[in-house]
């Protein structure tokens, strides 16, 4: 059966440093991959989406990337956190972009 | 731009009682359709779907949700809810030719034993 991994599960950061949080998905090739982050009332919002190795979709500019060096390995990185970059971030796959999503359990990310 | 609306931020409802959660997208096209649910302390997922066919889609712990082409809407129903569907629930949207799916904001519903 298919699972995703998405650690950490919880980090506190000081701004400016770096971040990079990794996703991984087994039992699966070639999945569409998502990162997302979920703000308390305001639902999710799409980060990044990857449809192949190396093909990454940036939904909203901001001070994060993402990368996928792996057909099922997906990071969010950043070079400098900042404080509105704190919140949780949820990664997800799906076998196509029609298809239903399967969530990680989410990293909890603070910035001091 | 594309989007989904969900009208309810909050709702809070008795055991028993009956459920309907709007869920409205901006698209007149082709679109797949999806109710998640997030449990406390459990990750998101997926309540029910709908690709074609039968516009009265049932999902799982009996909900259901009924697509409504010329409204846009794919709304969630339960006719009788229990303690344990508190959560928050999740519409989405994957409008034809997209590599994703748009959520809405998220319906929190509290059930009062």
């Known amino acids: 059966s298919q699972t995703i991994h998405q650690w950490p599960a919880t980090l506190v950061q000081p701004v400016g440093s770096p971040l990079s949080l990794e996703c991984t998905v087994e039992?699966?090739?070639?999945?569409?991959l998502y990162w997302y982050r979920q703000a308390a009332g305001r639902g999710l919002q799409l980060l990044f989406y990857s449809v192949g190795i190396g093909q990454i979709s940036s939904e909203v500019p901001q001070n994060l990337s993402a990368s996928r060096p792996q057909d099922r390995q997906f990071i969010l990185s950043s070079k400098k956190l900042l404080l509105s970059d704190s919140g949780f971030y949820l990664c997800?796959?799906?076998?196509?972009?029609?298809?239903?999503?399967?969530f990680g359990d989410g990293t909890r990310l603070s910035i001091l | 731009a594309q989007s989904v609306s969900q009208h309810n931020h909050h709702v809070i409802l008795s055991e028993a009682a009956s459920l309907e959660l709007g869920c409205n997208y901006s698209y007149g096209g082709t679109v797949n359709l999806f109710w998640y649910v997030q449990y406390p302390g459990q990750h998101l997922q997926l309540l029910l779907k709908y690709f074609s066919g039968d516009p009265l889609v049932k999902g799982i712990k009996g909900f259901e949700a009924e697509f409504i082409k010329s409204k846009f809407s794919f709304n969630l129903r339960k006719p009788s809810v229990q303690w344990s569907d508190t959560a928050e629930y999740f519409c989405a949207v994957r409008f034809l030719g997209s590599g994703k799916s748009t959520f809405g904001d998220g319906t929190t519903l509290t059930v009062k034993p």
């Open positions: 997800a796959w799906a076998t196509g972009a029609s298809q239903p999503q399967h």
């Open positions: 039992g699966t090739s070639n999945p569409n």
